[in-house]
């Protein structure tokens, strides 16, 4: 299991509690199966069509006793596959890092070119599915990160290889490219978030055995587990181990709520809780992937946490506070310093829309294009600000070093607010978020 929370801040049992279920683990994604034959648009876009079935929930008879766990199986094991990644081994004469094991044969590497040195190389295992007849698997970026070969295995046992069409290590999400498979089974993403208990299915590679199933229910939603920019998760109990990461999870309509990315454990292997990326997110990061191979994020240049009344009445907001988010600082030469805003703003809307803490602002700011303008509702000391700016792109996006303080600027927090934010002076601890 690789440990994803080395910087969250959290206490090292729970740092240690958590870890990736990937780089040979993970949780499988369900997804409504259809063939291609049942569905008259053809390529990419048809399991992405969030009009089917995208405020259907589960029937009430399916609500009133055991699903029919076969059926639905059925219709959407097909569409998943096993995924075997080699990678250069980093562990020479050492140990193998968990879910990898040393190469096999069955893989084949690029050689080296004359003169440069062999490294020998890893097998990492984890899951994906098929989101298009004609052969696109969407999996977890961990599982395939720093890959060599990758192949996909589907549910005939067959082996394809696949090429890496993009990676997005902030949603830890990619997308590949099986080659010589003709149409496929492939699942939709579900056009609905799963309500709080309802069943669910995972189906994965869990230490390479393949096609196996779980099942479960959602145990909570929009979980915080500091891993990326998207910490929005959802938590589900049905069993996952090393080699389920990337697969999906399904509601009962055979539709993907969730790409499975880790699980909380003390021992490192599955104790019920594990966390899948919403099919929301899916949706949006997987379409940029395919369409420009990257996915482009708007950037503010702020660094948040949550509003809370406490801290909102030590600022001198002058105003109830029950929610928003509030600016630790702005960064030098970003976008908010530019509009002027400054450390102990509250954003209460952005585009009208009510912000309810600084996770949902940085999800809705990385949701917008470089480039689009918005409007901030600001409450600066009892005072309700209106303020536009245009994003820009992160600067590591642009290839320059990421943002920070540089001297004095305007808006940036003094002493007496530093205080009150207890933000130490060189931070080594996770006290913000950057948007």
Same mark, same amino acid.
């Given at each position: 299991?690789?440990?994803?929370?080395?910087?969250?801040?959290?206490?090292?049992?729970?740092?240690?509690?958590?870890?990736?279920?990937?780089?040979?683990?993970?949780?499988?994604?369900?997804?409504?199966?259809?063939?291609?034959?049942?569905?008259?648009?053809?390529?990419?876009?048809?399991?992405?069509?969030?009009?089917?079935?995208?405020?259907?929930?589960?029937?009430?008879?399916?609500?009133?006793?055991?699903?029919?766990?076969?059926?639905?199986?059925?219709?959407?094991?097909?569409?998943?596959?096993?995924?075997?990644?080699?990678?250069?081994?980093?562990?020479?004469?050492?140990?193998?890092?968990?879910?990898?094991?040393?190469?096999?044969?069955?893989?084949?590497?690029?050689?080296?070119?004359?003169?440069?040195?062999?490294?020998?190389?890893?097998?990492?295992?984890?899951?994906?599915?098929?989101?298009?007849?004609?052969?696109?698997?969407?999996?977890?970026?961990?599982?395939?990160?720093?890959?060599?070969?990758?192949?996909?295995?589907?549910?005939?046992?067959?082996?394809?290889?696949?090429?890496?069409?993009?990676?997005?290590?902030?949603?830890?999400?990619?997308?590949?490219?099986?080659?010589?498979?003709?149409?496929?089974?492939?699942?939709?993403?579900?056009?609905?978030?799963?309500?709080?208990?309802?069943?669910?299915?995972?189906? +994965?590679?869990?230490? %390479?055995? !393949?096609?196996?199933?779980? *099942?479960? #229910? @959602?145990?909570?939603?929009?979980?915080?587990? &500091?891993?990326?920019?998207?910490?929005?998760?959802?938590?589900?109990?049905?069993?996952?181990?090393?080699?389920?990461?990337?697969?999906?999870?399904?509601?009962?309509?055979?539709?993907?709520?969730?790409?499975?990315?880790?699980?909380?454990?003390?021992? +490192?292997?599955?104790? %019920?809780? !594990?966390?899948?990326?919403? *099919?929301? #997110? @899916?949706?949006?990061?997987?379409?940029?992937? &395919?369409?420009?191979?990257?996915?482009?994020?708007?950037?503010?240049?702020?660094?948040?946490?949550?509003?809370?009344?406490?801290?909102?009445?030590?600022?001198?907001?002058?105003?109830?506070?029950?929610?928003?988010?509030?600016?630790?600082?702005?960064?030098?030469?970003?976008?908010?310093?530019?509009?002027?805003?400054? *450390?102990?703003?509250?954003?209460?809307?952005?585009?009208?829309?009510?912000?309810?803490?600084?996770?949902?602002?940085?999800?809705?700011?990385?949701?917008?294009?470089?480039?689009?303008?918005?409007?901030?509702?600001?409450?600066?000391?009892?005072?309700?600000?209106?303020?536009?700016?245009?994003?820009?792109?992160?600067?590591?996006?642009?290839?320059?070093?990421?943002?920070?303080?540089?001297?004095?600027?305007?808006?940036?927090?003094?002493?007496?607010?530093?205080?009150?934010?207890?933000?130490?002076?060189?931070?080594?601890?996770?006290?913000?978020?950057?948007?």
């Amino acid at each position: 299991m690789i440990n994803q929370f080395a910087a969250s801040g959290r206490s090292a049992a729970w740092r240690n509690a958590v870890v990736a279920a990937g780089a040979g683990t993970g949780l499988v994604l369900l997804g409504g199966l259809v063939w291609p034959q049942a569905d008259t648009r053809s390529g990419f876009l048809a399991g992405f069509d969030p009009s089917v079935h995208a405020q259907t929930p589960p029937s009430a008879e399916s609500r009133g006793a055991l699903p029919d766990f076969p059926d639905i199986v059925d219709r959407v094991k097909p569409a998943v596959v096993g995924v075997r990644v080699q990678i250069e081994d980093e562990t020479v004469g050492g140990e193998v890092p968990p879910g990898r094991s040393r190469s096999s044969p069955s893989l084949r590497a690029p050689r080296e070119g004359p003169g440069e040195p062999h490294r020998p190389l890893a097998v990492s295992q984890g899951s994906g599915f098929f989101i298009s007849a004609d052969g696109y698997v969407v999996t977890t970026q961990h599982v395939i990160n720093n890959g060599k070969v990758i192949e996909v295995t589907t549910d005939d046992r067959k082996t394809h290889p696949a090429r890496l069409i993009g990676s997005d290590d902030k949603s830890d999400l990619a997308l590949l490219k099986a080659e010589g498979v003709g149409d496929v089974p492939f699942v939709r993403l579900a056009g609905r978030p799963p309500r709080i208990g309802e069943w669910v299915l995972a189906i +994965g590679n869990p230490f %390479g055995l !393949g096609g196996t199933v779980t *099942a479960g #229910i @959602v145990s909570a939603r929009s979980r915080d587990i &500091k891993m990326g920019t998207y910490n929005d998760y959802i938590q589900i109990d049905a069993p996952m181990n090393r080699g389920n990461s990337g697969g999906p999870t399904f509601d009962m309509n055979g539709e993907v709520i969730g790409v499975n990315s880790a699980i909380f454990s003390p021992t +490192g292997g599955s104790i %019920g809780i !594990g966390f899948a990326i919403p *099919a929301d #997110i @899916v949706r949006s990061v997987v379409g940029q992937l &395919k369409e420009k191979g990257a996915v482009r994020r708007g950037w503010i240049g702020i660094k948040v946490r949550p509003a809370t009344e406490e801290t909102a009445q030590g600022l001198g907001a002058g105003a109830k506070v029950t929610q928003g988010a509030l600016i630790v600082e702005p960064l030098l030469n970003s976008p908010a310093a530019r509009a002027g805003l400054a *450390a102990g703003d509250i954003i209460t809307t952005l585009n009208d829309e009510p912000i309810k803490d600084d996770r949902e602002l940085i999800r809705k700011i990385a949701d917008l294009a470089p480039g689009t303008p918005v409007k901030l509702g600001v409450l600066r000391k009892g005072e309700m600000l209106t303020i536009t700016l245009s994003l820009d792109e992160p600067p590591a996006s642009r290839g320059e070093a990421p943002a920070g303080r540089r001297g004095q600027q305007r808006g940036q927090a003094t002493p007496a607010v530093r205080r009150m934010l207890e933000i130490e002076p060189f931070p080594n601890r996770r006290l913000e978020l950057r948007v």
